[in-house]
C-alpha cells in the first residue's frame, strides 16, 4: 500500500488564490521531503528539498516566495502555490525519505489547474 | 536542472517481447534508482541499486549499476500488458540531501 499520502489529488481554482498540498509519510518519519513538478510528457523537475524543522532549500530558478513549504512535523510537508497563474498548472509530486536508507518515495501526485 | 540521458524515448512492442532500456550520465553516483510511472500517478521504485557493478532482480525487471558509476540499465523480461508506462532512472549522489537527479524517461507501450 501506499506509504506517502498526497493531497488533493487534483484541484481548479481561480487565478489569483492560493491552493495548498499535504504530503504526508503514513509509516514512518521523513525528516527530509521533497517537492517535484512534472510537466505533460517530461521527466520529474525538483523544486526543493523539505528540511523538518528548518527552512526548505529550493533549486535555482524555483521562486521561494510564491512556493511556499512548511515541514512542521516528520511525518508532514505542505507546498503553498501562492497567487496561482495559469503558467503554475502542473502535476506536483511528493517524496519522502525513509530514514537510514536514503530511498524516496513517492506520493500520487496533485494535479492543479488555474483558470 | 540537471536531467540524466535515458534511452530509448519510447518502445512499442509485442506481449512476451524482452525490453532493455538505459540510463547515462556525466555524473558518478552512489545510487541508481529505477522507478515507474502510470498516468496520473506518482513514480513507483522498482529497483535500487548500491554498489558498481551490482546486478539485482526484482520478478521479471534486472537492473544493473554501471562499473564507471555513471551509467545503469534496466531489463524487463516477457512483458505482459500492465508493463506499460513510463520508466525512469534515477541518480542520487548522497550526502546530506539524498536529492534525486531523474532520468527522461522511456515511454512503453506493449501491444497484447
Known amino acids: 500500500g501506499a506509504v506517502v499520502s498526497q493531497h488533493p489529488s487534483r484541484v481548479i481554482c481561480k487565478s489569483g488564490t492560493s491552493v495548498k498540498i499535504e504530503c504526508r509519510s503514513l509509516d514512518f518519519q521523513a525528516t527530509t521531503m521533497f517537492w517535484y513538478r512534472q510537466f505533460p510528457k517530461q521527466s520529474l523537475m525538483l523544486m526543493a528539498t523539505?528540511?523538518?524543522?528548518?527552512?526548505?532549500?529550493?533549486e535555482q530558478g524555483v521562486e521561494k516566495d510564491k512556493f511556499l513549504i512548511n515541514h512542521a512535523s516528520l511525518t508532514l510537508s505542505t507546498l503553498t502555490v501562492t497567487s496561482a497563474h495559469p503558467e503554475d498548472s502542473s502535476f506536483y509530486i511528493c517524496?519522502?525519505?525513509?530514514?537510514?536508507?536514503?530511498?524516496?518515495?513517492f506520493g500520487a501526485g496533485t494535479r492543479l489547474s488555474v483558470l | 536542472g540537471q536531467q540524466l540521458n535515458q534511452s530509448p524515448q519510447s518502445m512499442f512492442i509485442q506481449e512476451g517481447e524482452d525490453v532493455s532500456m538505459n540510463c547515462t550520465s556525466s555524473s558518478i553516483f552512489n545510487t541508481w534508482l529505477w522507478y515507474k510511472q502510470d498516468p496520473g500517478e506518482g513514480p513507483v521504485l522498482l529497483i535500487a541499486?548500491?554498489?558498481?557493478?551490482e546486478l539485482t532482480s526484482n520478478g521479471r525487471l534486472t537492473a544493473q549499476f554501471g562499473i564507471t558509476r555513471k551509467d545503469s540499465f534496466l531489463n524487463i523480461s516477457a512483458s505482459i500488458p500492465s508493463d506499460v508506462g513510463i520508466y525512469f532512472c534515477a541518480g542520487q549522489s548522497g550526502g546530506a540531501t539524498n536529492k534525486l537527479i531523474f532520468g527522461t524517461g522511456t515511454l512503453l507501450a506493449v501491444q497484447p
Open positions: 523539505s528540511n523538518e524543522g528548518s527552512k526548505a532549500t529550493y
Open positions: 541499486l548500491y554498489k558498481a557493478g
Open positions: 517524496s519522502a525519505t525513509r530514514q537510514g536508507t536514503g530511498i524516496q518515495y
